[in-house]
């Protein structure tokens, strides 16, 4: 019997985009109130496993055509080449650099490069958590 | 350049993480795993120079003060073994190349070797002991992923075994560190060093001091936490059961050393007393499965566990004779044992098999990999002037210094059982009658044997070069049994 996802499907639509801002805003906080990288990384995964739910594994390939395992690489990369930039000014490994900008639209800003170590963070998460949810789904 | 001590860790990290973007191109596989061993390699022979020039390197990640920031100190018993694990894993991966198969590479094996090597230099760097607890895991997860890589049934069933006891270990390191965080209040070595002297209450710090035992026998194999050791690594192909047995377990021992001589000093009379009564018992455990089999692999894989034993006796003695004994010994053992698994993995090739019964009379047929063989067996058992002789000799003069006598009878004993089970494998593989052989390109025989002969001839200089060095190994010894170095290096006031 062919079942029908209609209403399944209907609601993703709505909430898979509640879900992913509900991501980035735990992303940008994480400095000043509980979330960060890890988190906000397994909620953008969680929203993807939400798609895959309602639609299928090969659906959800033709939306987001993403290798997970080049992601993995590329956080890992921006984490590394984060912490590894203390070493060009010739200060100790991992020293962060941080200061205060008026932006046009937020007004005056702290911008820390703490925040680029928590992108390589997030995107590893969400790579690993989506290879192994991939992989398993699509093993016979 | 302050931050020179954490290349020998970064830069394999950063070609692990550059080889995950074309797992499928074989050639360029190989040339970057090459191109970052060798890299990795240069790196820690400057930083040896570098630490016996000016001394202890530290650096606090972060710009923080020392206690509160992560903490990686290089002193030269962390750069010896930094340096030999990187020669050896670059050897594993010249050897890997004709021998691993190209449905291994495309799947990330030079990645996970790197993130291995990654594990392995910061184990020995890292001057924080939780931050030693994450680059355990790092090199333990590597190995999970290369315990199993290829999928075969007998790796699949001793992977299972090897995850369970690995992780129980894991969970006891966690429980351990929270005990000696909840009594002392820090994590840093150093700070340690300083905080657990001034602490009353010696009983509840033997405890933890026995706990650490535990947690860092079952890395190390000792008795009688050794049991899954033979299974496991029995189970993978050559290349990674060599990078195993040359590096694996002799992170627990420098662990054991590092914490035995820098912090519980405080009972010596019976943590030091139980640690030279276990390694004993371990070394007889290794001789008694060393002699039973009739397997190529098997009498290498108990001669780890022999080994552990006689590098842990020399550290249980606490005398200058017994540590550098030890530094030597853990040094020579890495690089032999490496060498003797690359020779019996070709062995094994050319015969189909790893059963001595069925074999025979390789001298006639390749009497290089003969002669090669037996300089290394002699390497292992310790005769003069190879590379197993002065650490030994210096463990043993330890023990008679100090208060176990018996033990050093009973390495000089055991000394003969692991030359007879070396010998065996002569004697049965290298004599006698030729039997059957399977066909073996030259190409492929040469760049097997290649690694392996060039690691033998690295342990024949290690040891007739012994006088030279000797000053490297005895400035590690001193940084040993004078924690005030450490301290004074990572604190500096």
Not at chain 2, 87 to 109: K, M, N
Not at chain 2, 294 to 309: E, L, P, S
Not at chain 2, 375 to 394: M, Y
Request: proline share 4%.
């Amino acid at each position: 019997m062919k079942t029908n996802d209609v209403m399944l499907q209907t609601a993703t639509k709505v909430v898979i985009f509640i879900i992913l801002l509900f991501a980035v805003h735990i992303f940008f906080t994480g400095h000043y109130t509980p979330g960060g990288g890890f988190v906000g990384g397994l909620l953008t995964a969680s929203a993807i496993v939400l798609l895959m739910l309602a639609f299928d594994l090969d659906t959800v390939k033709k939306i987001l055509p993403l290798n997970y395992v080049a992601m993995v690489a590329v956080g890992l990369l921006i984490a590394l080449g984060t912490a590894g930039a203390s070493i060009v000014f010739d200060v100790p490994f991992f020293t962060h650099a941080y200061d205060y900008f008026d932006l046009p639209l937020f007004g005056k800003t702290s911008l820390h490069s703490a925040a680029l170590f928590d992108l390589g963070v997030y995107l590893v998460v969400v790579g690993v958590t989506m290879t192994i949810i991939q992989t398993i789904g699509e093993d016979e | 350049m302050s931050n020179l001590l954490l290349f020998p860790i970064l830069i394999p990290l950063l070609f692990a993480i550059v080889l995950m973007f074309f797992p499928k191109n074989v050639s360029l596989q190989r040339s970057t795993a090459i191109a970052g061993a060798a890299a990795t390699l240069i790196a820690a022979i400057t930083l040896l120079v570098k630490v016996q020039n000016d001394g202890v390197q530290a650096i606090t990640l972060g710009s923080w003060p020392a206690p509160f920031g992560i903490s990686m100190v290089s002193d030269l018993l962390s750069v010896l073994l930094v340096l030999s694990a990187s020669l050896i894993t670059f050897f594993v991966i010249l050897y890997s190349i004709p021998t691993i198969g190209e449905a291994r590479e495309r799947s990330f094996y030079y990645s996970g070797i790197m993130f291995l090597l990654v594990g392995v230099n910061g184990a020995f760097t890292t001057g924080d002991i939780f931050n030693l607890f994450v680059f355990v895991e790092v090199l333990l997860m590597s190995s999970y992923m290369l315990i199993v890589h290829g999928g075969e049934k007998p790796q699949l069933r001793e992977s299972i075994k090897y995850l369970l006891v690995n992780i129980i270990s894991s969970a006891l390191f966690v429980s351990a560190v929270a005990y000696l965080y909840s009594v002392t209040g820090t994590l840093n070595m150093a700070d340690l060093a300083v905080k657990i002297p001034q602490i009353e209450s010696t009983g509840i710090l033997t405890l933890i001091a026995v706990m650490f035992l535990v947690v860092f026998g079952f890395k190390a194999s000792i008795f009688p936490l050794y049991f899954w050791l033979p299974g496991s690594y029995y189970a993978p192909p050559t290349p990674i059961l060599a990078l195993f047995g040359a590096l694996l377990t002799k992170v627990g021992v420098y662990a054991i050393m590092r914490t035995y001589t820098l912090f519980f000093t405080m009972n010596t009379g019976f943590t030091h007393e139980l640690l030279a009564i276990v390694s004993i018992l371990t070394i007889l455990a290794g001789c008694i499965g060393a002699l039973a089999y009739f397997d190529v692999k098997k009498i290498i894989i108990y001669n780890i566990i022999i080994a552990v034993g006689v590098i842990l006796f020399g550290v249980s003695q606490l005398n200058e004779a017994g540590i550098n004994g030890s530094i030597f010994y853990l040094v020579h053992d890495m690089l032999i044992k490496a060498a003797l698994f690359f020779l019996v993995g070709i062995v094994a090739v050319i015969f189909g098999t790893t059963n001595l019964r069925e074999m025979g009379g390789l001298m006639k047929t390749y009497p290089f990999l003969g002669w090669v063989y037996l300089i290394a067996a002699f390497g292992l058992a310790g005769i003069p002037p190879l590379s197993g002789f002065p650490g030994k000799l210096l463990i043993v003069q330890g023990g008679f210094e100090g208060p176990h006598f018996w033990g050093s009878i009973i390495i000089l004993a055991t000394s003969l059982l692991v030359l007879l089970s070396a010998m065996r494998i002569f004697i049965y593989a290298f004599w006698g009658e030729p039997r059957e052989t399977m066909p073996l390109e030259k190409t492929t025989y040469r760049r097997m044997l290649i690694p392996s002969v060039v690691l033998v001839i690295i342990t024949i200089v290690l040891g007739v070069g012994a006088e030279m060095f000797m000053p490297l190994i005895q400035g590690a010894g001193e940084v040993l049994l004078n924690p005030s170095i450490y301290i004074d290096a990572v604190l500096k006031e």
